[in-house]
Every structure is written in C-alpha cells, then in structure tokens.
C-alpha cells in the first residue's frame, strides 16, 4: 500500500506558523494527487487544501483565507502545508491524502496534531 506519514505539528500561539510535511511512498508519488484535512475534536474531517500532481493547481478550502501554502515535491517525495498567522480554530488533526481518481483519496496517514493557544 502507499504509506503517508506527516510530521511538522505542535503548539504553537495565535498569529504563528507551523510547516507540515508528509513523506510517501517514493515509486508512484509523482502520480497522485494530494491533499491535507484536518479533524476538531466533535467535529468531522474536513479539506484543506489540495494539490495536483504536476503542482500546477492548488485548492483551498475558505476558512484558509490566505494563510496556507500547500506545495510538493515529487523528487523528495513530500507534500507540505505552509500554515501562517494560526488562529485558534486550526486546532486539530491533520491529516494527509493521496488521491488516484479525482474526488476519491485513498490513502491517508495517521496525521499530526496541530494546537494554536490563545
């Protein structure tokens, strides 16, 4: 199976940054596209931000507002998420996902926690 493991999540306060970064499975990396979600607690996951596998597209759900970067490097085989100026409703999981068809992510990692105090 492709494995995803994320990395890079802490606490950190309002208005700082974290950088995450999820390392896949080297051989087929560069075909998929990928994806961050992130989980509340009580709440569902939901999408973040997605890229496509030549990078040249990025989506963004719209409570980023500006403030995430998601970007990949398929010579590295890593997909990061560049989170800036943190508020504390980005409290949660995060997750990273691969997806082969468009629409359908197959394959997730065990996530990252992400905690911003205020």
């Known amino acids: 199976q492709v494995q995803l493991v994320e990395s890079g999540g802490g606490l950190v306060q309002t208005g700082g940054y974290l950088r995450l970064s999820c390392a896949a499975s080297p051989r087929t990396f560069s075909r998929y596209a990928m994806a961050w979600f992130r989980q509340a607690p009580g709440k569902e996951r939901e999408f973040v931000a997605g890229?496509?596998?030549?990078?040249?597209?990025?989506y963004y759900a719209d409570f980023v507002e500006g403030r995430f970067t998601i970007s990949r490097d398929n010579v590295k085989n890593t997909v990061s998420l560049q989170m800036n100026n943190l508020k504390r409703e980005d409290t949660a999981v995060y997750y990273c996902a691969a997806s082969v068809t468009a629409g359908n992510y197959e394959y997730w990692g065990q996530g990252t926690q992400v905690t911003v105090s205020s």
């Open positions: 890229i496509r596998w030549s990078g040249g597209s990025t």
